[in-house]
Structures are given as structure tokens and as C-alpha cells.
């Protein structure tokens, strides 16, 4: 890769904090915070973004950003008055900005009549009379040969002892040295034999010596020229680089220097980077980033997750040697064990990302969604700086914009229904992030009108999807939402009404491991819940067993665990059983039978049953043979090699090498699952027998 690509790349990657930068502000804007900074915040995103596309000649980017910034530049000036339209004005010119960043980005194809037609608006806001729009051509650039070095780097070895003369005449060693470090890449280390005891110490007679490593184009005339000054006050000796100190060139050498700190031995490192210098004067930013490909990442998270598959192996290999709990051995695996859950809790905060750019995202897509339904629509933020695993982050894109167009057109009513319903005339829909149990918590919720659930069961029908003389529960009529195929769109609009959508939300949160839900009440508005794990490499679980084969029951849904008594355990006329527990009936659903292990059904005198609970917050209690463990295990996807297997959400690897099943807790509450149905009424007690 170039020089060239290697900016350009570094230029799209500045780009996207500088779209978060001008978002934020003109979110604040339109909250009405009135703050100098922030509208200078906005222009210098804007006309950053100019400048850099200026570079790398798109032409287009520039020509709109530079109408953008002007409107900025008129309002933070004072000389253009903030009306009602200017801040979504320029929000859709932020939106329309993203899109040329994309484009020039992907290489695609621009929508020229949206942006001829904010240019328009733009316009209308620029005052030609009073202040003459000056004309602006951007300068490209030729990356390639602007960072290539003029001379070949020189590596040298420096000795530097200050006489008293040089104290004596006003002169500081480390000022001398800071003018060279930021010439080229230099480490500093202080000779610590050179320095007598303190008993011994003179101030007239000093022994301070210093041993730099410089590296540099022309270092030697550099150090002639930092140095000339003390001539003749000062031991100066310059040698050519050896091995027994290793100074790394990196391309800041060549532009803006930082330098490089070593500690050969006896000698102790003087620090001078950045961070912790104390005299040159330069700051850096206390969280300091480093940039990694997302490769080298991925291929680090697999290996600890193998390192982790290993730790399970050894313990398993450790556990058949029946050795004293009191064994050496026994506490060597138990800090195995911890460095290994510290090492991937390390690894995956690397990962985490706060999903700050996707609400910001979702913001655009309610925009975009609210002018082509020609309704007033306000997107309200909640916990954008909650994180989670990048590559969730990514997944969870078009399944969000799946939800937020539903809920535009769907959920929110127009202007006169609003007014007709006593409501404001624009319409909410709360976007909001947070951690619940280990988990991520996603809520996509409108003050709409909420489900109809008469024209939603009418729709099913019509369409064949359940049964004419169908009886459901308000929550089984929800999630007829999710079927493949379903609208309640009569009419194909940009929108919606093709008979994708929820479906594919659906789908798209499965392939997560998560779990979506739905509540709503006529009138109020609709929340649809997501829940997803924090990262798709783990998962803590209970190791179970079910006729026979070993499975995993994801913490996350587990309420608790418990052997019940025989009189707990109720058998319904229905045939289905229930479970007395705490004055309420949950239903009791045998994972062997809804696996297809029939023949291995576990006894219902000896069998453990887990108590969980689903995304609608019902309760249910699985039918194990038995519980073995608590542990963390590494998640292996099965749907690329066996498709989807209900009840089945991933595999793992056991220490023993045995492969052990996920379970999907949603689907074993299904009501064909879960053959119990709710208790019935105290006058129908009679239907109901202890097993």
C-alpha cells in the first residue's frame, strides 16, 4: 500500500469522529443549548472534512462542505438568525455529507438530486449582499512524494557531560535535548556510574552525563547545530550507531518526531515522550489510541478463545487425577485460570465500541424515514455511549433500520391522527442502549398507536398463517410480526409494505445470539426490546445434561435451580405439567422431549429443573437430568454447516473435547413447546393432579 492510500484510509477514519463531532453539536443545537463552542465545534468539523477532501481532489465533497461551512460561518458569526428550519436543515446537510464520505469512500454513485436540492436551501441562507461568497478551489496534493525523505536516516550515539561553566552561563542540558528530540526519533538515559554519592556531591564539580540515541535525516548536522552554542563547556562525544542500543524508525520521524525511549543497562531512561515529559512543553491526551487492523484483532480473540478451550482440557485432565484439594497443582490451575478470564476480558474490551455512530446513524435513517411519510418525527437518544462488541455493532445496522422505518410508518401516526388522539404533533421514538445481566439492551419504542391485534390475527388468517378458529394470547399475536411474508401495509410504499422487514430483524437477531421482544399497549405507542450477549466470542453457562449428551444453558435466562418436590409438580388435563413455586404456576418444558430425545426423557422423580425466563418475561422451568457446572465457553456458530436447528442456538468445545449444544431458551418457550397451558381458574382446580 502506498503513502497515499495509507492517508487517504487515515483520512476516511478522521472523517468518521469528525461526522460524531458535528452530529453531537448539532444535536445540541436543536435541543437548544445555545453554546459559542458548540457552533464552532460544528464548523471546524466541517471545514476540517473540506480541507482533507480538498487533498484527494473530490471535488463534490468539497463544493458541498464548503457551502455547509459558510452557512456555519454565518451563524457563528452572528449575521445569520437561527429560525426553525436551519438546524434540520443542516442536519439533512450533515446527512447528505455522510453520504458523499461514503461514496468517496465505496467509490458509488452520488445522489445529486438530494444534494442539488440542499444546496438550494443552503443558498437561501447565505446573504450575498452583505457578505460576498469568495471563491474556494482545493488544493490537491501528491502524498507519495511529499513524505518521501530527502537523505537516507543517520542513527548516531551521543555522550553528553555538562561542565559547571554551562550551568554557570544560563544554559539547561534539557533544553538542548529537547530541541533535538523534536528534530528526529531520540531515547535519553542518564549513566547512573557517572554520579557520585550524595555525601559525596559537589555542586561546582558535576558528574551528570547523559547517552542519546539519535535518529534523523543529516543527524549529524542537527547535532552540530543544537550544540554549537556550548562548545567547549560541555564532553560532546558522536559516535555511529552499534547494536547494543536499538533505536525503530518510524515514518514520525520523518514529519512531526516522537521520540523513541530506551534503557540500556546501567544507565537509567530519562522519559521524554509526550506523555510524561516535564519540559518540552507538548501534551498529549491522557486516553491515547493506537490504531490495529481488525485482523490482527480477531485472529488475538481466537487464540484466547482456544486459550480458554485449553484451560478447560487441563482442568478436566487435572480433575481425573484425583489429586488433594489441597495440590499445588489444583492452585497453579485456579491463577491459570483467572489470568485466562483477565486475558479475554482484555482482549474483548479492545472490541468494545459505545454505539454512539450507530444511534447517530439511526438518526439519519429517522430523518430520511419522517420526510418520505411526510410525518414530524423526533428521535430521542438514550445510553449512545453504552458498549459492545464492534462486530455487534456492525450486525445490529440494518436490523435497527429495519425498526426505526417500522416504527415511523407504522407506530407513529400522522399529523391529524396525533391531534385527533390529543397527542403532540410530533411524534417520538426513543432509541436507547443499556447493560442488563451481562447482556446488551436495545429498545426501539414510539408514542404511536400500538398494535392492532384484531387486524393483525385478521391479517394471519387471511393469509393462511394460523387457523380460522385460532384462540392466541396478545403476546402470540405480537409475534405473528415475525413471520416471514407479513405486512399489515396494504399499499407498497418506500417504506414498508413488501412483506419484509420484521422477519428479517428477526432472523438478523437470531444470527446475534439475542432474543427480541415486543409490548404494547392500544393508543400508547410499541416497544420492541432486543437482547443481545456483549460479545459473540463467550458465554457463561450452566453445563446440564439431557439424555445423555452434555448442553448449555446460557446464564443470562437462568433465574435459578432446584430439585422440586413431588407435590409441587402439578399434571394439567391438558397433559402438559406445571410447577408450584412461590403462589404462581410455570410451565414445565423437558428439553429431551423438545429435542427429539423422547426415548431419553429424564425421570421426573430425580430430574433438576432450571427456572428461566424469556424476552416477554414469562417464566418456565426446563426438565434436566442433571446440573454439572458454572463456566465460561467459547461460542462456535453451527448454522453455516447444519442451517438452524430449533432449540439450538451455537455449539461449543468441552475440556474433554466433547462438542456441547447452546441452547436457544426463546425457542424451548414456545407454545408448542411449552404443552402447559396458563392455570386455570380456582373452580378448575379439580382438572389439576399431583404426579
Known amino acids: 500500500m502506498s503513502n497515499s492510500d495509507d492517508i487517504r484510509a487515515m483520512f476516511f477514519d478522521e472523517c468518521s469522529d469528525l461526522m460524531e463531532s458535528l452530529f453531537e453539536g448539532l444535536t445540541r443545537l436543536e435541543e437548544g443549548v445555545p453554546e459559542e463552542d458548540t457552533v464552532n465545534a460544528v464548523f471546524r468539523a466541517v471545514h476540517s472534512i473540506k480541507g482533507g477532501a480538498g487533498a484527494f481532489k473530490l471535488a463534490d465533497l468539497v463544493l458541498f462542505a464548503h457551502k455547509f461551512e459558510t452557512v456555519l460561518d454565518e451563524l457563528r458569526s452572528g449575521r445569520l438568525e437561527q429560525d426553525d428550519k436551519l438546524i434540520p436543515t443542516m442536519l439533512r446537510a450533515a446527512d447528505h455529507l455522510t453520504h458523499l464520505v461514503e461514496v468517496a469512500q465505496s467509490e458509488s454513485e452520488i445522489n445529486h438530486s438530494r444534494g442539488t436540492e440542499l444546496l438550494a436551501e443552503l443558498n437561501a441562507y447565505v446573504d450575498a449582499s452583505v457578505l460576498p461568497e469568495a471563491e474556494f478551489t482545493p488544493m490537491a496534493m501528491d502524498f507519495d512524494t511529499m513524505f518521501m525523505p530527502p537523505t537516507p536516516n543517520e542513527t548516531l550515539e551521543i555522550e553528553f557531560r555538562p561542565h559547571a561553566k554551562l550551568y554557570h552561563n544560563g544554559h539547561d542540558p534539557l533544553l538542548l535535548i529537547d530541541a533535538l528530540h523534536k528534530q528526529g526519533a531520540l531515547s535519553v538515559a542518564i549513566d547512573l556510574d557517572a554520579i557520585t554519592r550524595f555525601e559525596n556531591y559537589d555542586p561546582d564539580a558535576p558528574t551528570l552525563k547523559f547517552k542519546l540515541t539519535f535518529l534523523a535525516s543529516e543527524a549529524k548536522r542537527l547535532i552540530k547545530e543544537n550544540f554549537e552554542f556550548v562548545d567547549g563547556i560541555c564532553d560532546l562525544t558522536i559516535t555511529e550507531f552499534t547494536p547494543e542500543i536499538a533505536v525503530v524508525e518510524t515514518a514520525a520521524a520523518q514529519s512531526q518526531p516522537d521520540p523513541l525511549v530506551v534503557e540500556p543497562s546501567p544507565t537509567k531512561a530519562l522519559d521524554t515522550s509526550p506523555k510524561t515529559s516535564g519540559f518540552s512543553g507538548r501534551g498529549e491526551p491522557a486516553n491515547a489510541t493506537l490504531r490495529v487492523e481488525l485482523e490482527k484483532v480477531d485472529r488475538l480473540i481466537n487464540t484466547v478463545g482456544e486459550l480458554i478451550i485449553n484451560q478447560a482440557m487441563v482442568n478436566q485432565r487435572i480433575e481425573q487425577l484425583n489429586l488433594a484439594n489441597d495440590s499445588d497443582l489444583w492452585s ?52 449512545e455511549n453504552t458498549e459492545v462488541d464492534k462486530t455487534v455493532i456492525e450486525r ?267 441452547l436457544d431458551v426463546d425457542h424451548l418457550s414456545n407454545k408448542e413447546n411449552v404443552v402447559a397451558s396458563m392455570p386455570p381458574p380456582p373452580s378448575q382446580t379439580a382438572s389439576m393432579s399431583n404426579e
Not at 556 to 568: D, G, I
Not at 581 to 603: H, K, N, Q, T, W
Open 332 to 383: 497453579d490451575m485456579a491463577d491459570y485460570k483467572v489470568l485466562a478470564r483477565d486475558l479475554q476480558e482484555g482482549v474483548m474490551s479492545i472490541r468494545a465500541q459505545p454505539v454512539k455512530p450507530l444511534f447517530q446513524r439511526m438518526a439519519r435513517i429517522t430523518r430520511e424515514a419522517a420526510d418520505t411519510s411526510k410525518k414530524s418525527v423526533r428521535l430521542v437518544q438514550v445510553g
Open 396 to 662: 445490529l445496522a440494518d436490523p435497527l433500520t429495519h425498526m426505526i422505518r417500522n416504527a415511523v410508518d407504522h407506530g407513529l401516526e400522522n399529523g391529524e391522527g396525533r391531534k385527533a388522539a390529543g397527542k403532540a404533533e410530533v411524534g417520538t421514538i426513543t432509541l436507547s442502549a443499556r447493560h442488563m445481566s451481562g447482556n446488551l439492551m436495545i429498545e426501539v419504542a414510539d408514542d404511536g398507536g400500538g398494535l392492532n391485534r384484531d387486524r393483525i390475527l385478521d391479517i394471519a388468517i387471511s393469509k393462511g398463517l394460523v387457523p380460522r378458529n385460532a384462540e392466541l394470547q396478545d403476546g402470540e399475536i405480537d409475534k405473528l410480526l415475525f413471520l416471514p411474508g407479513f405486512s399489515t401495509n396494504k399499499e407498497v410504499s418506500e417504506l414498508s409494505g413488501r412483506g419484509v422487514g420484521m422477519d428479517v430483524v428477526k432472523t438478523a437477531v437470531q444470527a446475534l445470539g439475542g432474543r427480541i421482544a415486543i409490548s404494547s399497549a392500544l393508543g400508547k405507542g410499541t416497544t420492541f426490546a432486543i437482547v443481545l450477549p456483549l460479545t459473540l466470542a463467550v458465554v457463561e453457562g450452566i453445563v446440564i445434561s439431557v439424555a445423555g449428551e452434555t448442553m448449555i444453558v446460557p446464564i443470562t435466562a437462568v433465574l435459578e435451580t432446584f430439585r422440586p418436590k413431588k407435590s409441587e409438580i402439578f399434571r394439567l388435563a391438558s397433559g402438559g405439567r406445571v410447577l408450584s413455586i412461590r403462589g404462581e404456576y410455570v410451565p414445565i418444558v423437558s428439553v429431551a422431549g423438545c429435542l427429539g430425545f423422547e426415548a431419553g426423557m429424564a425421570d421426573p422423580q430425580t430430574a433438576v429443573l432450571v427456572l428461566v425466563e424469556n424476552m416477554d418475561h414469562s417464566r418456565f422451568a426446563l426438565e434436566v437430568d442433571s446440573i454439572h457446572d458454572q463456566r465460561q465457553v467459547v461460542i462456535k456458530s453451527v448454522s453455516g454447516d447444519y442451517g438452524t436447528i430449533p432449540g439450538v442456538s451455537a455449539a461449543t468445545i468441552m475440556g474433554n473435547g466433547q462438542i456441547a449444544l447452546i
